[in-house]
């Protein structure tokens, strides 16, 4: 679909979870995507990674809850951790605290998923490249120019290589220290790092004393887990300036533990800190920004891969339609998700604050543990932690900008469910008064809006829009037959779908 100018529609710097989501999005609209990472397949440190229910909820109208569920099943080392979780009311943690998800907020999926971030990225290297992306390892962004047409993109291969590749937009995928960032100029202000935080993966040698689970105490914090990993926090320790190490682990271990380990057979070592920033824009001209490039912070309960699952899912619909020639929507990217990233970032930073020792925040601990035993408490930080309180607001409908549960739904080609009908990627027009009043009217928009009518007379609503990602754009409550319901059906459609053709 690119232009003769342009070598892909769109290069994504960033083999991550987040830049092979946004190409599995892209390659449903047929726009030819690059991914360029600097990585070898599975180089990346072995994390497992969180994938909370809203993401789930949008996996599953993508067709890919299933791959994960799958996967999830088979990954050695968790079953300990899952069957706590299985045993538990709790769904979740806040400062350490594990009592989210005792209030009344219901999901589609009751539970979170663990998985390695491997296991993810081989499931989304298979959708992707199986619909046409071109994933190249070994590859890095070094340099960017842009200009009204597109963007001069340099990459350097691993032996030292450099080639141009004209895109026509750039997405930079490429975590907190991102190059695409820093070539297209964008600042990334924030705050300094108050705790460090060290991780391993290995097995313990000698006498092992260390206890599963999350561990406070005067000294900071220390976890285990059953997949082996390792971690400790510390405030007021300034980290060395020289790469990690394992006896670096130990001696944090023994600071905040008194317990003397060693590590035998050590996968990796990492040391991450609280500083907590966010990009100045999302987009300058053709180069936009998603994930970790945009917004780094604690990960304090998991947060930070399913906001860049989302930040995908929300630009890739949209920046489609740029590649198609209709730019206007691409300002709603970072008008939506912006937002979104400055409620983590708040969250995250009062986590680090609640997880310090010393008695202060003892008390403050107690007490917070106190509130969170209120339902309208706990639902708040839930929905917070888990991302199912996003609302894509202006409108004066309150529904509009909020997600679409999934429900059953009976249509004239049999019985069927919303998140199914979603996974083309395409808008949907719901007429739940099971006539085709809406179809008409939506008829100039057919070739980009899918109409469906609903045989259920119990619906809350007589006509749903909902937008690729699953969040709604439009609700009419009565059947869409007067002339000022019918134009206010047309302006949302011209306003997220682009002018109709001509019928």
Known sequence: MHSNDNDYDVLIAGGGPVGLTLACELRMYGVSTLVVERLAPGANEPRTLTIHARTLEIMDRRDLLTDFVAAEKLTAGLDEYRERLENTSARGHFAGMFILGRGTVATEQHRELLLPRETIESVLTRRATGTGAVVRHGVEVVGLVQNADGVAVTVEDAQGSSTVIRAGYVVGCDGGRSTVRRHAGIDFPGTEPQLVSRMGLGSLAGPDHLPMGWQRNDHGWFMRMPDGRIFTAEWDHLAPQTPVTAEELCASIHRVTGERVQFADVRFVSRFTDSTRLASQYRTGRVLLAGDAAHVHFPAGGQGANLGFQDAVNLGWKL????????????????????????????????????????????????????????????????????????????????????????????????????????????????????????????PWTDRVRTVAVLDTDAEAAALLIRPDGYLAWAADAPVRTPAHAEDLRTALTSWFGDPISV
């Open 320 to 443: 489609a339609a740029a590649c198609q020639g209709r730019p206007g929507l691409l300002d709603t990217y970072e008008a939506e998700r912006r937002p979104v990233a400055e409620r983590v970032l708040l969250n995250t930073r009062a986590q680090a604050a609640l997880m310090r020792p010393g008695p202060q925040v003892d008390a403050l601990r107690a007490l917070f543990a106190e509130l969170m035993d209120f339902d309208v408490v706990n639902d708040h930080l839930t929905g917070a932690i888990y991302g199912t309180d996003v609302h894509y607001g202006g409108s004066d409908d309150p529904r509009v900008g909020r997600f679409v549960a999934d429900r059953p739904l009976k249509t004239d080609s049999g019985p069927t469910r919303l998140a199914e009908l979603l996974r083309e990627g395409r808008p949907l027009l719901l007429d739940l008064t099971g006539t085709s009043t809406a179809a008409r009217i939506a008829h």
